[in-house]
């Protein structure tokens, strides 16, 4: 990479999602759990939408999920993304609770073999000391 | 409008110049806009008393400094949204105040200069909501409704054609069209060849980014007599809102809140989706139009693709579907296109593009995160 060479945006990390990045640097992969009606939620936020409860904490996911939808990015909207085209966005369903989504990218698959459906894991970019980026590919047969 | 107040009518529609590059501040298009729909309608300076606007920052006039610009030195009520459903967000919003009381007659109006299909640039970070986003890519509008047309396609068993054959049957409507940009004839082989913005999104499932500014005239029953054109009744409306405001995150990306934002518009009238015979149905990406006829109930849910295939949103069809092009082919006017042609075709005056007998049709604008609808009639 030279020194201009456009970087990836960065996520911001603020108060209530802090505890995501933290994760994802240990390479863990955490959502919000409420304690009061057991369920997780996305994004972070300061009250359960399901009871308005604030008693929740992170709890770790397994990363494993299936592709509801996908697109495939033919057109760069950020310099960044401009040399890596095609790229594949996936909103993964994740196998804790359905209904749990996450915005990622895949990665390891040819954005010809993405189906809606398909099994698919967390994997992890090291994107500075600070950020790591949970990505998904393909999950690997299952046992 | 039953159990809601007042009858509600539309008395004026009417637009800035609309295109590319016009040179024309925000104030400008709005100046012009306004003029248009007041001189469609017969409407004077001392007639309006209310104003209402829906733009975003950074370019955004209050609707109070509109009624300054306008020469409309007391009016009753303001209304400035900087959110929700486009046009429909100032127009249900004038529609109420007049319903209430609030006001007589009341201008709505969506003013917007041009953005680029990629709308703003993000900063190297990335805050809030969008910090799950636009560091892997994600986040922009054309890449949101991409992954909707896929859900579409994958859960109902869809070809593209499904949105092909929409995008055809507008353009030949906009070819009958004067006012509108786009006019050349297409056919669904020239739509599967444009290329593709976030696939199976093509550029043709796009609207066309324009200067504009669009301008509605609600006014009362009684007042709307004694304008210049035949009173179109508001005869229902509804927004609708998600539990999840990210687009990406819609829980059912083939019903969103636009079925809930139907549903609610159809329980307070006594009108049914069969009295539609036209319909003005948001195009900013094809796969919302093929959404509405869903939702509101004009074909079956999963049946979009074939209600198209058929030819019942075509010219000369059951139900023509955006009879001036939509904003695919007249510009992004964000909305108000859906209601002003309408507006017209239930006015009797939409020329060659006119639905014969049209005394019922329907608008509708966005997906998912909000949305609205509104039922309007002609005696
Ligand atoms: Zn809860």
Redesign the pocket.
């Known amino acids: 990479m030279t020194e201009t060479a456009p970087l990836r945006p960065l996520p911001l990390p603020d108060d209530e999602t802090r505890f995501f990045w933290d994760g994802t640097r240990e390479h863990r992969f955490l959502m919000q759990f409420?304690a009061?009606?057991k369920?997780f939620y996305h994004h972070p936020r300061p009250v359960?939408p399901?009871?308005l409860?604030s008693d929740m904490a992170p709890e770790e996911l397994s990363g494993r999920g299936t592709v509801y939808t996908y697109t495939i990015a033919e057109q760069a909207f950020h310099p960044f993304f401009a040399n890596r085209l095609p790229y594949t966005l996936i909103v993964v369903d994740l196998e804790e609770q359905p209904g749990l989504r996450f915005v990622s990218e895949l990665v390891e698959c040819s954005p010809d073999d993405v189906r809606v459906g398909m099994p698919v894991e967390v994997v992890w970019e090291h994107v500075t000391d600070e950020i790591t980026l949970p990505l998904f590919k393909p999950a690997a047969v299952q046992a | 409008m039953t159990g809601t107040g007042r009858r509600v009518a539309i008395v004026g529609v009417g637009y800035s110049t609309v295109g590319r590059d016009t040179g024309l501040s925000l104030k400008q298009l709005i100046a012009q806009g306004a003029q248009a729909a007041m001189a469609d309608g017969g409407v004077e300076q001392a007639d309006i008393d209310g104003v209402a606007m829906h733009a975003f920052p950074p370019h955004f006039v209050p609707a109070y400094e509109c009624g300054a610009l306008l020469g409309l030195p007391s009016l009753k009520w303001t209304s400035g949204s900087i959110e929700g459903p486009a046009f429909l967000s100032a127009g249900i919003h004038a529609a109420a105040a007049v319903a209430s009381g609030t006001a007589d007659v009341v201008l709505a109006l969506r003013p917007m200069l041009r953005l680029g299909a990629t709308g703003p640039t993000p900063g190297a970070s990335a805050a809030g909501g969008r910090q799950f986003l636009e560091p892997f890519g994600a986040g922009r509008p054309a890449q949101w409704a991409g992954m909707i047309k896929q859900r579409m396609m994958s859960e109902f068993g869809w070809g593209e054609e499904a949105f092909g054959r929409q995008m055809v049957a507008q353009r030949e409507f906009a070819a009958l069209n004067p006012d509108a940009l786009l006019r050349e004839r297409i056919t669904l082989d020239d739509y599967m060849n444009t290329r593709y913005v976030a696939k199976p999104l093509r550029l043709l499932d796009c609207d066309y980014p324009v200067d504009s500014c669009g301008a509605v005239i609600f006014a009362t029953e009684e007042r709307a007599r004694d304008f210049a054109q035949k009173p179109v009744f508001v005869e229902s409306w509804s927004f609708g809102t998600s539990g999840e405001s990210d687009f990406e995150l819609a829980e059912d990306m083939t019903r969103t809140s636009s079925f809930s934002a139907a549903a609610d518009m159809w329980a307070r009238t006594s009108l049914t989706p069969e009295d539609v015979q036209v319909a003005g149905l948001y195009d900013g990406f094809s796969p919302i139009t093929l959404n509405w006829m869903e939702a509101l109930g004009l074909c079956g849910r999963g049946e979009a693709s074939d209600f198209v295939a058929e030819g019942n949103t075509s010219l000369g069809g059951r139900v023509p579907v955006n009879c001036d092009g939509g904003a695919t082919n007249v510009g992004r006017v964000h909305g108000v296109n859906h209601v002003a042609e309408v507006v017209r075709q239930l006015r009797g005056t939409s020329g060659d593009r006119q639905r014969p007998d049209a005394k019922v049709g329907v608008a509708a604008n966005s997906i998912a995160a909000f949305t609205a609808c509104m039922l309007m009639s002609a005696e």
């Open positions: 409420c009061d009606c369920r359960c399901g009871c409860s």
